[in-house]
């Protein structure tokens, strides 16, 4: 019941969206681009770069990127696909570009939401908090899972929840740790390893702040909902701040009359459901 209720609340900032300050990039192929993620220089923010590589959206990371297997803006997450195993071997192919790692100055982050595998690894990750024990989930994954079969044969593994300090920014693959890893999101470690489900690394976004003008003309395009004034917490930069009783709306990037768009408009109706 909710669910069409959500879809027409989305239908309905789809056609406010049409006349912002905010510039949202066109299809990546047949994936939408939501604000605020950025295919290029002249749309989305600029702080939320991604790719759109003949038509496949992509995340970076240093030296490296990944296929985007899904986006949901209203959360804010995006599911990235692991790299691929060397054919017949346990080394994920991005070990040359030291795994996942992403540029903790910018507004991403891998969520707490993943379930990882170290693999191959070297007896120095006996030493870490992480469960390298032998009974530690990721021998259940290596021993049942058709794709990782030539990891059977190296025999120290570790399983951990992301989220940490540590593992906010990075999956890291290499030569003097672990030498391949993979990914589960939201997984429930009681079913069998053939319910996983595809691998996958979820990563998050942070809200984006209003967007950034260099004189007023930068936020003409929505009709004076917004003014050019001077960042009041880096007064190197300006942004598009909304005029006097209207809310910036980071999720669809436009000003709204309500902080709370989306739920203003579903609420009255879910209160009969
Ligand atoms: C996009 O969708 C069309 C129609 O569903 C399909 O024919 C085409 O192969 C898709 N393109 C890509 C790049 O997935
Ligand atoms: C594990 O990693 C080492 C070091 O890179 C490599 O030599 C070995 O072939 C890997 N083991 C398997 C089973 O692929
Ligand atoms: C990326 O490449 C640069 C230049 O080759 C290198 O200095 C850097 O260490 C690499 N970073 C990673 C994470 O591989
Ligand atoms: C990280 O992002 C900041 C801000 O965009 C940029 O200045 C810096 O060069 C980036 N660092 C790396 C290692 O890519
Ligand atoms: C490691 O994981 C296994 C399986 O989930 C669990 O039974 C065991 O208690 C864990 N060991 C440690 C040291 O956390
Ligand atoms: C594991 O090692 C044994 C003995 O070296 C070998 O016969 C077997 O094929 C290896 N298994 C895999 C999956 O690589
Ligand atoms: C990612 O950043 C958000 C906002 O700073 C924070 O609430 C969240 O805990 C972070 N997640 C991780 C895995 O660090
Ligand atoms: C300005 O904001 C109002 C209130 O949200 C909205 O109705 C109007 O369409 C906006 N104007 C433009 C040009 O976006």
Known sequence: MALPLLAAAILYAGTVVLSTAVTHCPPCGNTTVPYPLSTGSNCGDQDYKVQCDAGTLKFPSANNSYVISSVDPDTQKIVI????????????????????????????????????????????????????????????????????????????????????????????????????????????????????????????????????????ADCASDGGNSTCRVDPSNSGVSRCYCISGLFWDAIVGICARSKFLFVQISSPKSVYQ
């Not at 691929?84 to 192919?93: A, L, N, S, V, Y």
Request: glycine content about 6%; charged content about 15%; hydrophobic content about 30%.
């Open 81 to 216: 696909e692991p790299a691929e195993f060397e054919p017949g071997r346990c080394i994920t192919e991005d070990i040359t570009s030291v795994g996942v790692q992403l540029n903790s100055t910018l507004p991403f982050n891998i969520t707490g939401d993943n379930t990882i595998m170290f693999l191959n690894c070297t007896d120095t990750l006996l030493q870490s908090p992480l469960n390298c024990s032998s009974n530690s989930l990721c021998h259940v994954y290596i021993n049942n899972a058709d794709d990782v079969a030539a990891c059977e044969n190296a025999s120290i593994c570790c399983t951990f929840r992301a989220g940490g300090s540590t593992t906010s920014y990075s999956i890291t693959v290499r030569q003097a740790g672990c030498q391949a890893y993979r990914s589960f999101v939201d997984l429930d470690p009681s079913l069998p390893v053939s319910k996983w489900g595809n691998p996958g690394l979820e990563i998050q976004w942070l809200l984006p702040q209003e967007p950034v003008c260099s004189s007023q």
